[in-house]
């Protein structure tokens, strides 16, 4: 028995005989969905769902902080296919090579060769040097200038104006007819 605001009430109820429940026949055939369920998506509903979050990827793509990695590397798994190339190219434009083994991890669970393809073109494209114009040159590294400044870059004219010139400054060259 238990006490409860005074009253007395029994502390359990047994049922003298056991209860079977038992769950309703699986259907004999192909299942057919709910018809609310079933929807035609047109051409422009899908891009209308797609383009939010094909933005947002645009924007992960352009910041440099771990969480944007991190949701751009959970769309690379996306059911909807577009989402998954944005994503591709996300992570690619994010440019960390800490997304490498993630990418490969997933080409190998593909199912689509073009997918597959796709992640590991994206792998291997992070694991290229990046190549940065503005860094100034280590003195160290081969052609680097000497003094530690900055390195020259001469733009070569095309060849054949110094051959015509040639021709102007040289009458007395024959002339090809």
């Known amino acids: 028995m238990v006490c409860f605001k005074g009253k007395v009430a029994p502390a359990a109820v ?31 509903q899908a891009q209308a769902m797609t383009a939010p979050e094909k933005n947002r990827l645009s924007d992960w793509a352009a910041k440099n902080d771990p969480a944007s990695l991190s949701n751009i590397l959970g769309d690379l798994v996306n059911p909807q296919k577009e ?17 490498i083994p993630v ?28 190549f940065d114009l503005a860094a100034k040159p280590d003195a160290a590294q081969p052609g680097a200038a000497a003094d530690g ?12 104006q110094g051959i015509k010139q040639r021709r102007l400054q040289n009458p007395t060259a024959t002339s090809p007819q």
């Open 14 to 44: 047994f049922v003298s005989s056991p209860t079977v429940v038992t769950a309703p026949p699986a259907p004999s055939g192909p299942v057919a969905p709910h018809p609310e369920i079933v929807r035609s998506v047109t051409p422009e």
């Open 103 to 130: 990418l490969k991890g997933i080409a190998a669970n593909s199912d689509d060769p073009s997918e597959q393809q796709a992640l590991l073109d994206a792998a291997e494209f992070l694991s290229l040097p990046v």
């Open 149 to 160: 400044g900055t390195l020259q870059v001469v733009v070569l004219s095309d060849p054949r």
């Open 83 to 99: 989402i998954r190339v944005a994503a591709i190219a996300a992570v690619k434009q994010f440019r960390d090579p800490s997304a």
